[in-house]
Structure formats: C-alpha cells, structure tokens
C-alpha cells in the first residue's frame, strides 16, 4: 500500500503522504520508492501544474527519516548512501518540472523540514500543533537531507544555525517571521490555499525563486567567518566538546558557503555518515526510544484500569515546590485549590504562581488572555473549603512526619471517596507516611524537582499498598503536565535521590582529604553533568541535604555515610546560595562568584590542599552513582533499567551521551567495571563493593539493554 495518495484540482495534484498503519509520517526506503513514483507520474502529465504536499495525520506532517533505519546501518557508508538519496529526492521535488507547495499541519520535523524547503513554496497552519525543527544533533546526527544547505539559504546564516545547532521547535508565526514558511493561514483553509498557490506558482503568477531572508552578513565573507567563530566557540564551551555532531554541522554548514553547492551536499552526507556511526548517537537514539516507550507506560504492570480524569486538584503547602505544582497544573487547564495556614502564606503562594505564569507571557508562549484564564484557575484557601470534588490532592507541607500525618487526616475528612493523597515529599518513605491513612490504597508519591516549570522529570512512588487505578491516574496526571513519568518503588531517597548520594558523599569526601572545590566541579562539568557536585550542594541547600543524607546513612550503613565536610560546613551556618553562604562566594543579589576560600577553615583538611587528577575523581563520583544505580535494579527500586537511565538523565542532568548510569555499565562492560570497582573498594573499603548484580551479570557476560536492534 502507498504511503501516498494523489487527487486532481483543476491541474493542481495534491499528494497526502498518509503512512498507513503507523502513527506518524516517516522516510523509509519503501516511501522513497513512493515519492519517485509520483515524481514519475507528474513529469509525465503534463496537464499538472503544480503540486500539493499534505499530511493525512492529524498532528504531525513528516516526522522525518524513520530512526529505525538507521539501526540497521552496518557503517559510515551505508548512512551516507541514505543521505545521497535523500539529496536526489529533494533534488527532484526543487528543480523538477512541477513546482510544489509544502502544506503544513503539525510536526515537521527532520527529514519532514528538509523536504519542506525543497518544496518552492511552504505554508504553515496556524496551530499549536504546528513546530518545525531540524532536531537530528539530539540524536548524535547532522540533517542529512539538505537541511545544512538549504535552511542557510532560506532563513539566513545566523537564524539556521540557531536551529540547526540545538533542534529547537519554532512555531508557526516564528517561522512566517523568520522567512522559514512563506504564508500562514487557519488550518481550515490550509488545502484550499496551498492548492491555490500552487497553480499561482504553475502558471508563473508567483514566482517559483523568491528572494530569500538573509542578513547583511550573509552576503560578506568576513561577516560570515564572525558568525561561525562565534557559533564554533559557543558550541565548543556549551558541549566541553562531547557532542560531535554540533561541529559536524557547522562544517557541513559552512561548506556550502565556501565551494560549490555540490560539495556542500557532499560534505553532509559525508558528515552524516560519520555521525550515524558515533557512540554518542547510539545513546541518544537510545534516549530517544526510552523517552518515547515510556510514554506509553502506563506505570502499572499488566492490564491497567483506566486512568480517572483530573480537571481539579487541591495542592497543600504553598511554598516554593507547592506554587510550581499549582503553576503546571493551571498551565494544562486544571482548577487549582490551593492551601495554607496562614492568609499571608497564601498570597505568597499565589505571587508565586504569578510569577511562573508571568514568565511565559513574558516570552510570548502565552496570550495575555491565556495568561489571565490560567491564573483564575487557580483559587487560595486558609480552609478546606472546596476540597470535597478534587479527584486528587498532592500535598507540599514541611518535610516532617508529624505534619504530613497531621495533614493526610484532615485532608481525608473532607476530600471525596476514591480521591488520591499524593505527597511530594522528597526524603519520608510513602508507607510511613501512609500509615497514618485510612485507606492506604489511595497513597501514593508525587516526587518533583525544583524549579519544577523547568524541570522535566516526576518520580511517582508506588508503595505495595497502592492501588492499580491510584497508579494510572496519577502516571497519567504527571504527563499531562508535560513530564517524563517513571514509576519506582518505595525505598529511602527513591530512586533519584538515592543514585545522587552516594555521588555528593564522594565529591564530600574529596574535601575531606583537602581536594580543591573548583577542581572537583570542574572535573563532572567535563564528564558531562551540567552543574558541579559542589555547586549542587550549594544551590540545593546544606541543610537539606544533610538531611536527606542522614536518612541515607540511616537506611544503608556506612556505605553511604556522608562526609564530615557537610556536617562541619553547616554547623558553621552555612546553608548555600539560600543562605548567600556555601561553598561559593554570593554577592547582595544571590549571584553566584568564585569559591569561597574561608569555607576550607571550617573543613576537616583545613588549609592544607590536594592535587587529584580530573580522571580519578571523575572516577569515583561517577562509578559511586553507576554502582547505586545497579543496586536499585537489584533491589527492585526501579521497574526497567530504561527508567533508571530516564530517571538519572531527566532528573539529576547525567550526560546525556553516555545515555545513563546503566547505559555505563553495558558501554563499559560489567567485568571491566567489578575490577574498576574493586580497584576503588580496596582504596576506600566500603564504599565501592560492587553491586551483587554487576558480579552475576560479569560472571554471565550480560548486558541491560538488547546488543542489537531496538534498544528499549
Ligand atoms: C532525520 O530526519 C534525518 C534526516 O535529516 C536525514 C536522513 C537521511 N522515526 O513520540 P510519539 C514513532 S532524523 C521512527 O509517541 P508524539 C515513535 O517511536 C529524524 N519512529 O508521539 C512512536 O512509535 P511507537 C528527525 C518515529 O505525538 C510513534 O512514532 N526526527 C519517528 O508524542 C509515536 O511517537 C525526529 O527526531 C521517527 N522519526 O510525538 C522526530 N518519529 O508507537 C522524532 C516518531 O512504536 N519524533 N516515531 O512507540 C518526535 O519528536 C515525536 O515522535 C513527534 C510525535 C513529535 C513526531
């Protein structure tokens, strides 16, 4: 069956790409094939004028190259082979007899923009639904279809290396401004008018080579050679170097201004090739697959029971985490009752919400309209006036037991049967605090990160008391609110926070020995992580994490026993950037300087430093969190390994090349790792003992994830 259809107005052919049985519209090899025929058949008829490119899915119009076909590449040459073809189809749809209107409704995305551009013309519909984007350098790829030649072309050197470098979605009245599309009209008319100006186009009334957007420093060599200086050394400061990719594209880019134009869709496919075959793409494919299998995930194993609909929660606690929960919540339409103790604490509260709301107006994400609907949504009660219809509560009160018991008691006197008590508390084991519950079954953890508008993960903790429906609902609520969901199991610090203490302890316990703050942070920015060790215990707070690593060393023994620089640093009163007092120095305004060379006073090392190499703390606050992350598929923390590696990537900001701690382990091996370990562990007893499933996977020469084909 084709993926294409074709019907006749008037001389215009208008072609629906509507691959069958499949969610959304993808190149493979058989649409290729499909595309060609229906070249054939309008070069023939010469009674076609123009033609219509249109999508007969309802949210995307071409997804791109379908990413399973890429596992099948066997090397470099086969994923430049696939290039090339994709050069001489775009080719064909740019200077064939017929000139083409790209119709676009929904995502176009990849290879789906790249044939957009060859099209002669390109109209959006003006629709949330509607986002363009060359996202292939979040999977380790360069466009490989033109993208690198004709997006410069189009929208100007500077705008299309904003896009090419980091994948951006751009909507569709961005796109009209930026030259990207050349019309944008309700989706209603969409057909109509593209059908229309594609006869324009046909019988030369518009023009099929328009001039283009470009900048004055397009056209100057030396302006350009600025612009690539400047893009070359971003990239290389934002990536520390990890994402190849990003450097392949600006060559590819920047060979189409310096030869030929056909050196320039040589040296992409050449590039295209190389990137296809990179480590680094094969785990953010990977990441790719987990984020999208996850999203069907319905949180419980086996049949699910449907999830109930939330259109109304009520949210206790109206401090930081709880006004970022309400934000979300108001943001996806859902009423909002939100409590405290106090009227003061409310209005607090609801200045908070304000503010969240405010920053999208702010960035034009929102009407002003939108803005103002959301922020009705959202109601402020020092009662529980209004609780009696929330189908879900997620409480956000102090982290004490005492006050969440106190809470959970009221809150189920006045919320209806079935409703579901959701706590985000992120250090009380949810069976404790579901003990105090009438109904256990309706209990479960909501775990969000702060600033949670910002932050993609939800960790939702599932005691064995909760119920099957209570799961579903609230995996389906989280999603709702735009997050990636996992599902894990209850146990002290979860999962995230449980993987990320063993790795603070260690960054701790180099400042125990006298290593150098900058040195330790330094080193994980280059092993990939977005913030420094140190810097995180600052910006999360002293307090809070010698709280929640407490309970660690509590639950697990001296293997996770914290440093005695955390205790001592804050018994010295230092509480982070909170507190304007950390490791770091913080001016009047919180704004984040050098180290804060006094702190060593207060540190068991005192004045006395040490060298450590970059490599072997590296090392140990790497290996540390991997070795944790094993023991919580060991302990059945964690459902999949896939939800670890999400879990770790979304959650703490672990490098996304190298896939996740449990992506490590299959990179690295696990008999090479149990020696790493054992080299460390006899270093520092205790503290690295291989995980008991790493010593039976080395033993078996196993691996998480399939070696071949799809990797989740
Ligand atoms: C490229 O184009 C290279 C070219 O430059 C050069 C070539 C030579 N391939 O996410 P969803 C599947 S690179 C294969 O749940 P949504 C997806 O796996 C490509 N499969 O839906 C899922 O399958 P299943 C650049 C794809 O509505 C199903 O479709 N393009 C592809 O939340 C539904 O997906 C991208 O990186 C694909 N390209 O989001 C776009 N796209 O049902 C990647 C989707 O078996 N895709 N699937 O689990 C997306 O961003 C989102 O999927 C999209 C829809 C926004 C389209």
Not at 229 to 239: D, E, I, P, V, W
Not at 352 to 368: G, I, S
Not at 622 to 642: H, K, Q, Y
Request: proline residues 5%; hydrophobic residues 45%.
């Amino acid at each position: 069956m084709s993926a294409l259809s074709v019907s006749m107005h008037d001389g215009v052919a208008v072609v629906t790409f509507d691959l069958p049985g499949e969610p959304v519209n993808k190149f493979s090899k058989a649409v290729i094939a499909d595309f060609v025929a229906v070249f054939d058949q309008l070069e023939r008829d010469t009674s076609v004028v123009g033609a219509v490119l249109i999508s007969g899915k309802p949210d995307t119009f071409i997804a791109g190259a379908d990413i399973d076909g890429f596992l099948e590449f066997t090397s470099a040459a086969d994923a430049t082979r696939e290039s090339a073809e994709g050069h001489k189809l775009m080719d064909r749809l740019e200077h064939g007899r017929v000139p083409w209107v790209a119709a676009i409704n929904g995502a176009c995305l990849g290879g789906g923009l790249e044939t957009s551009l060859a099209c002669a013309y390109r109209i959006v519909a003006d629709s949330p639904r509607t986002v363009l984007a060359l996202p292939e350098v979040q999977l380790g790829l360069i466009p490989g279809a033109g993208g690198t030649q004709r997006l410069p072309r189009t929208v100007g050197l500077q705008a299309a290396l904003d896009m090419i470098l980091t994948g951006k979605n751009v909507r569709a009245k961005k796109a009209l401004q930026s030259g990207l599309a050349d019309e944008m009209v309700h989706p209603n008319i969409l057909r109509e008018t593209a059908i229309r100006r594609a006869r324009e186009l046909g019988t030369g009334k518009l023009p099929r080579v328009r001039p283009r957007k470009s900048s004055l420093l397009d056209g100057n060599p030396l302006g350009r050679a600025v612009v690539f200086r400047q893009a070359r050394a971003m990239t290389l400061k934002k990536s520390r170097g990890h994402y190849p990719a990003l450097l392949a594209a600006l060559e590819a880019v920047a060979a189409g201004y310096h030869g030929s134009v056909a050196d320039g869709f040589a040296t992409e496919a050449r590039l295209f090739g190389e990137m296809a075959f990179t480590p680094v793409s094969r785990q953010l494919v990977f990441l790719f697959y987990a984020t999208t299998s996850l999203k069907k995930d319905t949180g419980v194993s086996g049949d699910a029971p449907p999830p109930k609909k939330v259109e109304k929660i009520g949210v206790l606690g109206t401090g930081f985490m709880g006004a970022g929960i309400a934000a979300v919540s108001a943001m996806q339409g859902v009423a909002v009752r939100f409590k405290d103790t106090q009227h003061a604490a409310v209005a607090k509260g609801l200045a908070a919400v304000r503010d969240v709301l405010n920053e999208r107006l702010k960035k034009k994400q929102v009407t002003r309209q939108q803005f103002a609907d959301q922020l009705s949504l959202v109601s402020g009660t020092v009662d529980y006036t209004g609780f009696s219809n929330v189908p879900l509560l997620i409480e956000a009160v102090f982290e004490d037991l005492a006050v969440k018991h106190a809470v959970l008691k009221e809150a189920e006197a006045v919320l209806p049967p079935g409703a579901i008590f959701a706590t985000n508390t992120s250090t009380i084991p949810i069976h404790k605090i579901a003990a105090a519950s009438r109904d256990a079954s309706r209990v479960v953890g909501m775990h969000f990160f702060s600033p949670v508008h910002k932050m993609p993960l939800l960790e939702v903790i599932v005691t064995p008391q909760t119920a099957p429906d209570v799961v579903a609902t609230t995996v389906a609520f989280g999603r709702k609110l735009g997050k990636t969901v996992i599902v894990v199991n209850d146990a002290p610090g979860f999962y995230v926070n449980r993987i990320l203490a063993p790795y603070i302890n260690e960054a701790g316990k180099l400042l125990d020995e006298g290593a150098r703050i900058e040195v330790i942070d330094t080193a994980m920015l280059d092993y990939g992580f977005p913030v420094g060790p140190v810097t995180l215990l600052d910006e999360v707070g002293l307090d809070v994490a010698g709280k929640s690593g407490a309970i660690m060393a509590a639950a697990f023994g001296g293997r996770l026993q914290p440093s005695a620089t955390l205790g001592k640093v804050l018994a010295a009163g230092r509480l982070g950037r909170k507190g304007k007092k950390g490791f770091y120095l913080y001016d009047e305004t919180g704004k984040k300087g050098g180290v804060d060379a006094s702190v060593y006073d207060v540190t068991p090392a005192g004045s006395s430093r040490i060298d450590v190499s970059a490599a072997d703390i590296q090392e140990r606050l790497s290996l540390a969190m991997v070795n944790e992350a094993v023991r919580c598929v060991e302990d059945g923390i964690l459902r999949a390994p896939r939800d670890g590696d999400i879990g770790a990537v979304f959650g703490i900001g672990f490098p996304p090349f190298r896939g996740g701690p449990l992506r490590v382990v299959d990179t690295i091996g696990a008999a090479e790792l149990v020696k790493r370990l054992e080299a460390l562990n006899a270093r520092f007893p205790g503290r690295f003992e291989p995980a008991r499933l790493l010593r039976d996977m080395a033993a078996r020469g196993t691996t998480f994830y399939p070696t071949k084909g799809k990797p989740v």
